[in-house]
């Protein structure tokens, strides 16, 4: 599958892109137009599906390179059935989506050709069962808000909770002297949680007790306590964070 990146501008929808790397071949532009019958969407809403701006702020590392590098760009590399929505609006076209960790893009297959989904808040989409969205969040305070693809894993009265896997590139190391070894360049898997209320940007959930009880209202704080200790709940795992704020969901409709 051939990649072919997209040159026009887009010009309703101007994004701010950090520098990041990708992996591309040369290529010729090309539009898509993300919709199976125009007459229902404006054409703002059809260009605003898929991404025809330039990333120029992007380095692009030669095929040759790529094909040395240990790791894949793709947690799934399988093209898989979606569905992209538009200020929560389906869109009629059937797609088939991948994620990809190491661009931080959300890839449509269009016939052999890929094109990216646009980045803004308007604009998610589900791959397979999986909710991407849009998102700002805060990574680390010293360094601000950032804007990204999050993974919902669970949405609530009041909060959301999210999921960002990413991969990075760490480039190769040679071999200082002889008693150290050179080492390839790889891709490397980074998963973080993040926890939002009412909407608003998204703070990373550190997996420790006393960070994850310090999003509890005081009020429930007992109770929650009391739930970690009699379901031996693992708030390591995504399954234990889950199950958590599920639970502390359940008390909030009851007010």
Known sequence: MKTIHIFLALFIFPFLLSSQIVFTTPSRSQTYDGYSNASEWDYRKRDALTDLRYKAN???IEQAEYEKVMGDAYFNKAFLNGTIFYNNEVTTKKYTLRYNALSDDIEINSNGTIVYLVKDKKISCLIGNQKYVYRPFIKNENEGVRMGFLKV?????????YQRNIKKYKPAKKAKNSFDSA??????????????????????LKQKK????????????????QFIKNNNIDLKSQTGLVLFFKHYDSLTEKQ
């Open 58 to 60: 992007k380095t692009a």
């Open 153 to 161: 894993l669970y949405e609530g009265n009041n909060f959301t909770l």
């Open 183 to 204: 080492r390839p360049a790889k891709l490397v898997d980074f998963t973080s949680y993040y926890f939002a209320e009412n909407k608003g940007i998204a703070t990373l």
């Open 210 to 225: 006393k960070a994850i009880m310090s999003k509890i209202a005081s009020d429930k704080k007992s109770k929650m306590a």
